[in-house]
Protein backbone atom coordinates (compact mmCIF):
# COMPACT_ATOMS: atom_id res chain seq x y z
CA UNK A 1 0.00 0.00 0.00
CA UNK A 2 1.63 3.50 -1.15
CA UNK A 3 -0.06 7.03 0.38
CA UNK A 4 -0.75 9.51 -2.56
CA UNK A 5 -2.49 13.52 -1.98
CA UNK A 6 -5.18 13.99 -4.05
CA UNK A 7 -5.15 17.49 -4.72
CA UNK A 8 -9.23 18.48 -4.72
CA UNK A 9 -11.31 21.15 -6.27
CA UNK A 10 -14.60 21.51 -5.08
CA UNK A 11 -16.64 25.16 -6.00
CA UNK A 12 -18.78 26.59 -3.76
CA UNK A 13 -21.96 28.97 -5.81
CA UNK A 14 -23.95 31.55 -4.10
CA UNK A 15 -27.15 32.84 -5.84
CA UNK A 16 -26.49 36.29 -7.63
CA UNK A 17 -22.42 35.91 -6.56
CA UNK A 18 -20.40 37.31 -9.43
CA UNK A 19 -18.22 34.90 -11.18
CA UNK A 20 -14.90 36.80 -10.44
CA UNK A 21 -15.50 36.50 -6.75
CA UNK A 22 -16.70 32.44 -6.34
CA UNK A 23 -14.99 30.67 -3.55
CA UNK A 24 -13.40 27.41 -4.46
CA UNK A 25 -11.73 25.15 -2.51
CA UNK A 26 -8.36 23.14 -3.05
CA UNK A 27 -8.23 20.48 -0.81
CA UNK A 28 -4.93 18.19 -0.34
CA UNK A 29 -6.29 14.45 1.05
CA UNK A 30 -4.25 12.05 1.92
CA UNK A 31 -5.04 8.23 0.42
CA UNK A 32 -3.83 5.34 1.07
CA UNK A 33 -4.40 2.86 -1.85
CA UNK A 34 -2.38 -0.19 -3.93
CA UNK A 35 -1.85 2.15 -6.94
CA UNK A 36 -2.29 5.27 -8.66
CA UNK A 37 -5.47 3.64 -10.69
CA UNK A 38 -6.79 3.04 -7.14
CA UNK A 39 -6.16 6.20 -5.52
CA UNK A 40 -7.87 7.99 -8.15
CA UNK A 41 -11.00 6.51 -8.14
CA UNK A 42 -10.87 6.82 -4.09
CA UNK A 43 -9.83 10.80 -4.52
CA UNK A 44 -13.01 10.54 -6.98
CA UNK A 45 -15.41 9.37 -4.43
CA UNK A 46 -14.25 11.49 -1.93
CA UNK A 47 -14.73 14.57 -3.95
CA UNK A 48 -18.07 13.65 -4.81
CA UNK A 49 -19.04 13.12 -1.44
CA UNK A 50 -18.12 16.86 -0.68
CA UNK A 51 -20.90 17.83 -2.58
CA UNK A 52 -23.61 19.55 -0.76
CA UNK A 53 -26.17 22.54 -0.92
CA UNK A 54 -27.61 23.93 2.44
CA UNK A 55 -29.66 27.14 3.06
CA UNK A 56 -27.88 30.40 4.58
CA UNK A 57 -28.60 32.83 6.95
CA UNK A 58 -29.91 34.82 3.91
CA UNK A 59 -32.01 32.06 2.82
CA UNK A 60 -30.18 31.52 -0.06
CA UNK A 61 -29.20 27.78 -1.17
CA UNK A 62 -25.56 27.71 -1.20
CA UNK A 63 -24.14 25.01 -2.82
CA UNK A 64 -20.57 22.87 -2.84
CA UNK A 65 -19.66 20.91 -6.17
CA UNK A 66 -16.57 18.56 -6.90
CA UNK A 67 -15.34 20.28 -9.90
CA UNK A 68 -12.28 17.65 -10.23
CA UNK A 69 -8.71 17.05 -9.46
CA UNK A 70 -6.18 19.10 -9.45
CA UNK A 71 -3.19 16.79 -8.71
CA UNK A 72 -2.54 13.14 -7.60
CA UNK A 73 0.87 12.31 -6.35
CA UNK A 74 2.38 9.29 -4.21
CA UNK A 75 3.82 10.61 -0.79
CA UNK A 76 6.84 9.46 0.09
CA UNK A 77 6.47 8.42 3.93
CA UNK A 78 9.76 6.90 4.95
CA UNK A 79 10.81 8.61 7.74
CA UNK A 80 7.46 10.16 8.26
CA UNK A 81 8.08 13.49 10.65
CA UNK A 82 6.76 16.92 11.13
CA UNK A 83 7.62 18.91 8.52
CA UNK A 84 8.21 16.00 5.71
CA UNK A 85 6.94 17.37 2.37
CA UNK A 86 3.99 15.59 1.32
CA UNK A 87 2.98 17.92 -1.98
CA UNK A 88 4.25 20.63 -3.89
CA UNK A 89 3.28 22.55 -7.11
CA UNK A 90 5.64 24.18 -9.39
CA UNK A 91 4.97 27.25 -11.13
CA UNK A 92 6.95 30.36 -13.31
CA UNK A 93 6.45 33.83 -11.97
CA UNK A 94 7.01 35.78 -8.82
CA UNK A 95 7.89 33.28 -6.00
CA UNK A 96 7.06 36.87 -3.50
CA UNK A 97 3.91 37.43 -4.66
CA UNK A 98 2.53 33.85 -3.75
CA UNK A 99 3.72 34.76 0.16
CA UNK A 100 0.97 35.74 2.36
CA UNK A 101 0.62 37.35 6.28
CA UNK A 102 0.10 35.21 9.15
CA UNK A 103 -3.46 35.67 9.52
CA UNK A 104 -4.06 35.06 5.84
CA UNK A 105 -2.92 31.66 6.35
CA UNK A 106 -6.13 28.75 6.15
CA UNK A 107 -5.55 28.20 9.93
CA UNK A 108 -5.82 31.52 10.89
CA UNK A 109 -7.93 32.98 8.48
CA UNK A 110 -10.59 30.11 9.66
CA UNK A 111 -10.17 30.82 12.89
CA UNK A 112 -11.26 34.58 12.49
CA UNK A 113 -13.89 34.04 10.29
CA UNK A 114 -15.85 30.96 11.60
CA UNK A 115 -18.92 33.02 12.46
CA UNK A 116 -19.19 34.44 8.93
CA UNK A 117 -21.64 34.12 6.62
CA UNK A 118 -20.66 32.89 3.05
CA UNK A 119 -21.97 36.39 2.06
CA UNK A 120 -19.91 38.05 4.13
CA UNK A 121 -17.03 36.26 3.30
CA UNK A 122 -17.76 36.90 -0.57
CA UNK A 123 -18.02 40.21 0.32
CA UNK A 124 -22.22 39.98 -1.16
CA UNK A 125 -24.59 42.40 -1.01
CA UNK A 126 -27.82 40.38 0.86
Not at 2 to 24: G, H, I, K, T, Y
Not at 46 to 69: C, D
Request: glycine share 4%; hydrophobic share 45%.
Amino acid sequence: MSWFAAVLVVECNVPDSAPASRLFDRQIRLIQADSPDAAYTDALSIGESENASYQNAEGHVVTWRFVGLHDLAEVMTDGLKSGVEIWSLREQGDAASKVVEKSQLTAFWVQANEDKTAAELLDLKA
